[in-house]
């Protein structure tokens, strides 16, 4: 369900997709939230996939993550692979 909101869906496009009520999708976002702290939705997503309870494939396709990347710009696409070649207790 973390996943979905990562795409930007609604509570009810989520509860359409899912078969369950708006109510039952507030609940389970709400526990999540809770149960990682998070203050909101996009805190939610972002500590998530920290916490490897969403997998990045689950929110973007490899296409969508090149797009996104190219659209940022050289400098930062640099900075983005320095930082992916650091070990992750340096990144830290």
């Known amino acids: 369900m973390v996943s979905l909101v990562g795409r930007g869906l609604t509570n ?3 509860g359409r997709q899912l078969c369950i009520t708006t109510s039952a ?3 389970s976002l709400h526990q999540a939230s ?3 702290k998070a203050r ?3 805190q939610l997503v972002i500590l998530a996939l920290k916490k490897g309870a969403v997998d990045l494939r ?3 396709s490899l296409e969508e993550v090149a797009d996104l990347l190219a659209s940022l710009g ?3 696409t640099e900075t983005i692979a320095q930082l992916m070649k650091q070990k992750p207790s340096q990144s830290r």
């Open 12 to 14: 009810q496009e989520i």
């Open 25 to 27: 999708v507030k609940i």
């Open 34 to 36: 809770t149960k990682l």
């Open 40 to 42: 909101n939705r996009a």
């Open 58 to 60: 689950e929110l973007y």
């Open 74 to 76: 050289p400098e930062a």
